[in-house]
């Protein structure tokens, strides 16, 4: 078979690569290496064209765990600014933006899905995040609610959710299940500290790798008061907790709360509004002492805002009012973030039905900027 010169130039693998998947057992391979790096991995194959946005090929060394990642980045300096997403295309537009971690949000995943987050499943969950965490190469946190029960059932989506991909998750102290009335009043109810306290033990207990990240999400605030968030908070950590999620209900209890609390502490804009406390940069919260920011709500209400308006435009008018010379390039920009070019380079150079050969089709244009 003649080999062409073009075809020589390109090796689909590098040596290196192949004395690193050589030392990988399968296991090792599936724990280490994403899909989102896997396409990576080809597509470094072709130095004379742009990796993919949003993709990335392994690097000399060791691949680190998403685990590994975001607990270095709770032990690094700085707030660990982590946008609320609800599927795979939102976490990837995150990461292509600068995002370095995307959090699974319940009520969001909930809304998208026409489900609500009180009657979502561990496998409706498990699912979105093994879509996501096969889509990025960023660490993901799930919001796991109340944990779906009790301690073991807390063990269980412990094991669940880190087979699934996620870095780390976030179990609540509130009742479960979840009451469906909470989306509308913000009412909630509380277990006891004690049981609280179980379950932290056992999600710490029930991760195999021991960077994957455990954190707690307290409502005593609003519940039981302030004192009583600051005891339940502080025997959280004690009980393994790598972070804790509260809600402060004023800008005062705002900077209070990381003067009384032991560990890092993950504060949650919220973009509907609240009446007596604003939210916050994460500049503003780092000043503040506070780790993570968390934007649970903004993205989906974005999403549901824009749509309606389109479709709402459309209806009346008969058009969506999309001025081509805008959205061409968007067009383009799309099929960019959600990986098309890997596929297309593969296609490029080895398909009988695929562009090489054919003069003027490859688009030099469609690599990412």
Same mark, same amino acid.
């Given at each position: 078979?003649?080999?062409t010169?073009?075809?020589?130039?390109?090796? @689909?693998? *590098?040596?290196?690569?192949?004395?690193?998947?050589?030392r990988?057992?399968?296991?090792?391979?599936?724990?280490?290496? *994403? %899909?989102?790096?896997?396409?990576? &991995?080809?597509?470094?194959?072709?130095?004379?064209?742009?990796?993919?946005?949003?993709?990335?090929?392994?690097?000399?060394?060791?691949?680190?765990?998403?685990?590994?990642? =975001?607990?270095?980045? =709770?032990?690094?300096?700085?707030?660990?600014? *982590?946008? /609320?997403?609800?599927?795979?295309?939102?976490?990837?537009?995150?990461?292509?933006?600068?995002?370095?971690?995307?959090?699974?949000?319940?009520?969001?995943?909930?809304?998208?899905?026409?489900?609500?987050?009180?009657?979502?499943? %561990?496998?409706d %969950?498990?699912?979105?995040?093994?879509?996501?965490?096969?889509? #990025?190469?960023?660490?993901? &946190?799930?919001?796991?609610g109340?944990?779906?029960?009790?301690?073991?059932?807390?063990?269980?989506? #412990?094991?669940?959710?880190?087979?699934?991909?996620?870095?780390?998750?976030?179990?609540?102290?509130?009742?479960?299940?979840?009451?469906?009335?909470?989306?509308?009043?913000?009412?909630?109810?509380?277990?006891?500290?004690?049981?609280? #306290?179980?379950k932290?033990?056992?999600?710490v207990?029930?991760?195999?790798?021991?960077?994957?990240?455990?954190?707690?999400?307290?409502?005593? &605030?609003?519940?039981?008061?302030?004192?009583?968030?600051?005891?339940?908070?502080?025997?959280?950590?004690?009980?393994?907790?790598? +972070?804790v =999620?509260?809600?402060p209900?004023?800008?005062?209890?705002?900077?209070? @709360?990381?003067?009384?609390?032991?560990? $890092? !502490?993950?504060?949650?804009?919220?973009?509907?509004?609240?009446?007596?406390?604003?939210?916050?940069?994460?500049?503003?919260?780092?000043?503040?002492?506070?780790?993570?920011?968390n934007?649970?709500?903004?993205?989906? =209400? %974005? +999403? +549901?805002?824009?749509?309606?308006?389109?479709?709402?435009?459309?209806?009346?008018?008969?058009?969506?009012?999309?001025?081509?010379?805008?959205?061409?390039? @968007?067009?383009?920009?799309?099929?960019?973030?959600? /990986?098309l070019?890997? +596929?297309?380079?593969?296609?490029?150079?080895?398909?009988? !039905?695929? *562009?090489?050969?054919?003069?003027?089709?490859?688009? $030099?244009?469609?690599?990412?900027?």
């Open positions: 078979m003649k080999v010169a073009g075809w020589a130039k390109r090796d @689909i693998v *590098s040596r290196y690569e192949e004395d690193k998947l050589a990988l057992s399968r296991r090792d391979f599936a724990k280490n290496t *994403s %899909l989102g790096a896997l396409g990576g &991995l080809t597509a470094t194959s072709f130095p004379a064209l742009a990796r993919p946005q949003g993709e990335a090929g392994i690097r000399p060394g060791s691949p680190k765990r998403m685990t590994t990642i =975001l607990r270095e980045m =709770l032990r690094s300096p700085g707030v660990i600014d *982590s946008p /609320g997403i609800h599927d795979p295309l939102t976490a990837r537009i995150a990461e292509s933006v600068g995002f370095r971690c995307v959090n699974l949000s319940g009520p969001g995943l909930g809304v998208v899905t026409c489900e609500v987050e009180a009657a979502l499943s %561990l496998d %969950l498990a699912r979105a995040t093994n879509r996501i965490t096969n889509t #990025v190469n960023i660490p993901l &946190l799930v919001d796991a109340g944990g779906f029960g009790e301690p073991a059932h807390v063990f269980h989506t #412990v094991r669940v959710l880190e087979h699934a991909g996620a870095a780390g998750l976030c179990v609540d102290d509130q009742v479960c299940p979840k009451r469906f009335h909470y989306y509308m009043d913000a009412k909630t109810e509380t277990i006891a500290t004690e049981e609280m #306290v179980e932290i033990r056992y999600a207990q029930a991760r195999r790798d021991p960077d994957f990240v455990v954190g707690a999400c307290t409502a005593s &605030l609003q519940t039981h008061g302030f004192s009583e968030c600051v005891r339940r908070s502080n025997l959280f950590f004690q009980a393994g907790a790598d +972070y =999620l509260l809600f209900r004023t800008v005062e209890e705002t900077k209070r @709360i990381p003067k009384e609390i032991q560990g $890092p !502490l993950n504060f949650a804009n919220a973009e509907h509004g609240m009446p007596e406390r604003p939210n916050f940069t994460a500049a503003e919260l780092n000043a503040m002492g506070w780790k993570i920011l934007h649970p709500s903004g993205i989906t =209400l %974005l +999403y +549901y805002k824009t749509i309606k308006d389109a479709l709402s435009r459309l209806k009346e008018n008969g058009s969506l009012g999309m001025d081509p010379s805008v959205y061409a390039p @968007i067009y383009k920009e799309v099929y960019q973030t959600i /990986g070019n890997t +596929y297309y380079v593969i296609e490029y150079w080895t398909s009988r !039905l695929g *562009s090489r050969g054919a003069p003027g089709t490859y688009d $030099p244009e469609f690599q990412p900027k």
